[in-house]
């Protein structure tokens, strides 16, 4: 994310791509199939033991990160596992914690969970979706019922990225006194899990229902009625997602740069053609603005400026809608040669398409854009 890396960084970069490249190339991700797991257990606790969770946490909890600045870091690793499609449960592991550290201190303790995310000793994922809805994060029909000294859960969650392998849930439900999150074990009496289908190749998503689920009232994280926890996990999944999808644009348009030089056409480099020369410089300019708003939006959500909001939200309007238009064009540059399973085109098109969709729209964002504004 920054023009200048510090040795720290790119040791830290470097250390991420050598344990991707080792575990998860483009090609194993191009045979993953539906009903396979995506991901292995000690590949993540490997991870973590590099520090893919450990950026926004403080050391006092167990965590750190290489430059002292953990959103950038984090915004860095997610730039490698994008370029890669890797699989992994990096997102929803990093949103949870930062809600886990943005509330303590304000309810319940979770200050173990925390060390075992930390340390890749357990998995969470945030369940924030449910069905037939729109992105509406502080909405919801999922409920929770005061039970002597804890709290019923009734209703049904989707979306939720890589549950199958969770741990721990990070559930948004509604209270008698506003809404509200709680930390329930996956394992817990009363929690179903079912698979969904999912565009992405090497991520899995699930449906999760709550009959009855029993929970104590330390499951609690934070306060009801705090929307700011939330928020901060919501920028922290704008962030991770922004940077990884530069990332991924970054690839695409190198190959399809290389494959236009390579392929003559009439005796020429494709790359040799004015109008094509054209499409390449909106390309550029496009990808250039993309990384330029995600810089941004992850140096705002670093310092947790007022305006860390408002730079997400336009961080994901703009690459949502960029990206896949880079992408087509990508593809359509490329032929026919485009639009086969052999090539990774399609494993970047298939990425920016889901995280296009995930954590609001482009067009959610801009409406969220406007309520900041008080239009």
């Known amino acids: 994310m920054q023009l200048a890396l510090s040795p720290d960084q790119k040791l830290f970069r470097a250390s991420a791509k050598g344990h991707l490249d080792k575990e998860y190339s483009l090609d194993r991700v191009r045979g993953m199939r539906d009903g396979e797991r995506r991901w292995s257990r000690e590949w993540w606790r490997s991870g973590a033991e590099l520090g893919w969770a450990a950026a926004l946490v403080p050391e006092e909890l167990g965590g750190g990160s290489v430059s002292g600045e953990g959103v950038r870091d984090l915004s860095l690793l997610a ?79 989707d979306r939720v990225q890589e549950a199958d392998q969770a741990d721990l849930l990070l559930v948004t439900a509604n209270t008698p006194d506003g809404l509200a999150q709680f930390l329930v074990p996956a394992s817990a009496q009363g929690v179903s899990i079912s698979p969904q289908w999912s565009l ?82 909106d390309l550029c300019t ?52 485009g639009v086969t399973w052999e090539h990774d085109l399609h494993l970047y098109l298939r990425r920016a398409t889901l995280d296009q969709a995930h954590y609001g729209t482009p067009q959610d964002h801009r409406l969220r854009l406007a309520d900041l504004a008080s239009l």
């Open 200 to 281: 992405d190749l090497s991520r899995s998503f699930s449906e999760v229902r709550f009959d009855r689920v029993g929970v104590a009232g330390e499951a609690l994280v934070g306060t009801p009625g705090d929307g700011e926890t939330v928020e901060r996990q919501l920028q922290i999944a704008v962030v991770i997602q922004c940077a990884e999808v530069c990332a991924a644009l970054d690839r695409a348009f190198a190959l399809t740069t290389q494959w236009a030089f390579d392929r003559y056409s009439f005796g020429r480099p494709l790359a040799s053609y004015q109008a094509l020369k054209h499409r390449f410089a």
């Open 286 to 337: 496009w990808l250039e603005a993309c990384h330029a708003t995600t810089q941004a939006a992850a140096a705002a959500v670093q310092e947790q400026s007022p305006q860390a909001a408002r730079l997400t939200s336009v961080a994901k309007s703009f690459v949502g809608d960029r990206s896949l238009a880079i992408l087509q064009d990508c593809v359509q540059l490329h032929g026919g040669i």
């Open 79 to 157: 730039e490698e596992l994008g370029a890669g499609v890797a699989p992994g449960p990096l997102l929803p592991v990093n949103v949870v914690l930062a809600g886990l550290v943005a509330a303590q201190g304000h309810g319940p303790d979770h200050g173990a969970e925390i060390e075992a995310l930390v340390a890749g000793e357990t998995v969470a994922t945030w369940a924030v979706y449910e069905p037939g809805g729109e992105w509406a994060p502080l909405e919801g029909a999922v409920s929770a019922s005061p039970d002597g000294d804890g709290f019923l859960l009734d209703g049904v969650k």
